[in-house]
């Protein structure tokens, strides 16, 4: 739990929901926890559900439930924010406000659902050629808990309106918000199976197992992760090692935000703030990596460390639990060993997990601050002098999932915009993700991509029928 005050302020709901029920676990209930035998239950209650029942809805009939879901979280959004934030300890302001984005995913795809059109070519040759785009099957989501929420949205609505079964496993570290929304999966209409959720919900239970099992399970088509370069290698090993199946997935990133001289600084610091201090730091898309052209170095650095990251607007909280927050400080104090932070660096709070937001100036290239994803409220300032040379810092990085410029010169934001090797480049503000458009990284950041059309081709498989 992100505060150890709030670690039994309630009893967290059941860790499975398993053809539209709430399961009990019966071996171990204090550690109420999804085991590989419920991984087998699930994946036969999807096959079963896929071959049968939900396989046989109409395109129509799939959208109908998937807006009924989108009408129950958002009216249940109150329940579901407060699970959320008790695990993970977000402000449950921020993630009201962002409860509405969950909720238009699902939306979304729900008018996806009878227009994902096929291709017909005439017969020029003498034979007439149909594409179809036939369901992948049964296809397993394994969700980050630093926005669990929207990754459940995000894994589950594409492949639910394709018409495929879904296994959702959020993180053992922020699982109660998901599993609110069991709750309302079969009040929405889905019929058993097509919808499940299995978690772990205990510290005392290597979540792996659980994860293992879905990568390396023989009857499961497809997964798409979220989370760390480290865990992903292990899920694509267990892939191919199995049944080859198919593997999507969004990791972690070291975004660069350039600030040009020409920048709205006033309009812009706020974008640059938040960008970093956002969920405290823990976004995989967190701007930790500043760039200031230094004709304005002085006027934008001075004016970023006078910000107030405390503010209403910046939502800040505390790191999500111990082991995050130990995480950060190492960093930190390593970093201090041949740098001097210009704000923080010696701000903790141990009981409640809040690492106050770190600043360091033009830090060496190989710094570990500056190279490696930290996870937390640290951010990294650099001076350039040249277009050439922003581009060239910017792109220093094993990272591409997402970058932003700052400047009133269109013409170069445009051109810096599709420079930067970033899956989702913003100008004038942070990169923001929206259903309409994909998400996802280059380089170390993911393979495939999430939201907007190019979702819906990760959940199909073209099918070519030649007429003669």
Not at 235 to 264: H, I, M
Not at 404 to 409: I, P, V
Request: charged share 20%.
């Amino acid at each position: 739990m992100a505060s150890k005050r709030l670690m039994n302020v309630t009893t967290p709901p059941s860790a499975l929901f398993l053809d539209n029920k709430m399961g009990v676990i019966s071996t171990c209930p204090p550690l109420n926890s999804a085991s590989a035998a419920d991984i087998d239950t699930a994946v036969a209650n999807a096959r079963r559900a896929f071959n049968g029942e939900w396989g046989a809805f109409t395109g129509e009939q799939r959208g109908v439930v998937l807006n009924k879901l989108a009408d129950l979280i958002e009216q249940h959004t109150q329940e579901i924010a407060y699970f959320e934030s008790l695990c993970s300890g977000t402000p449950i302001s921020f993630l009201k406000s962002t409860m509405p984005s969950v909720v238009s995913v699902f939306r979304y795809y729900a008018d996806w659902t009878d227009k994902y059109k096929g291709d017909y070519f005439p017969p020029e040759d003498g034979f007439c050629k149909i594409v179809e785009h036939t369901s992948v099957g049964v296809c397993a989501g394994v969700t980050a808990w630093n926005g669990s929420l929207h990754f459940l949205a995000w894994k589950s609505a594409p492949a639910l309106a394709t018409g495929n079964t879904v296994i959702l496993k959020p993180s053992e570290k922020s699982p109660l918000g998901t599993l609110s929304v069991a709750n309302l999966i079969s009040k929405a209409g889905f019929p058993p199976g097509a919808f499940q959720i299995v978690a772990v919900i205990t510290r005392f239970i290597w979540a792996g197992d659980v994860g293992a099992s879905l990568a390396s399970h023989m009857d499961i088509d497809k997964i798409s992760f979220t989370g760390s370069t480290g865990t992903v290698r292990k899920v694509q090993d267990a892939a191919t090692k199995s049944n080859l199946k198919r593997v999507t997935y969004e990791l972690g990133g070291k975004s660069p935000a350039v600030v040009f001289e020409d920048a709205d600084i006033e309009r812009n610091l706020f974008w640059c703030t938040f960008g970093i201090t956002g969920n405290s730091g823990q976004v995989c898309t967190a701007t930790s990596r500043l760039f200031v052209q230094e004709s304005i170095a002085e006027k934008f650095i001075e004016a970023t460390l006078g910000a107030d990251p405390m503010s209403p607007e910046t939502q800040y909280g505390p790191l999500v639990d111990k082991a995050q927050y130990e995480r950060v400080r190492i960093y930190i104090d390593d970093a201090q060993k041949v740098l001097s932070p210009v704000v923080g660096g010696d701000t903790y709070s141990v009981d409640d997990y809040y690492v106050a937001p770190t600043i360091f100036l033009n830090p060496p290239s190989d710094a570990k601050i500056y190279r490696e994803e930290i996870f937390g409220p640290v951010l990294c300032i650099k001076t350039f002098k040249t277009e050439e040379q922003a581009i060239a810092l910017a792109n220093d990085t094993n990272y591409g999932l997402a970058g932003s410029a700052y400047t009133q010169d269109i013409e170069r934001a445009l051109r810096v915009s599709r420079a930067i090797r970033g899956g989702t480049v913003g100008i004038n503000c942070t990169s923001i993700a929206s259903p309409q458009v994909p998400m996802g990284g280059f380089k170390l950041s993911g393979i495939g991509r999430g939201l907007g059309e190019y979702a819906l081709r990760h959940y199909t498989e073209p099918k070519t029928i030649v007429i003669k």
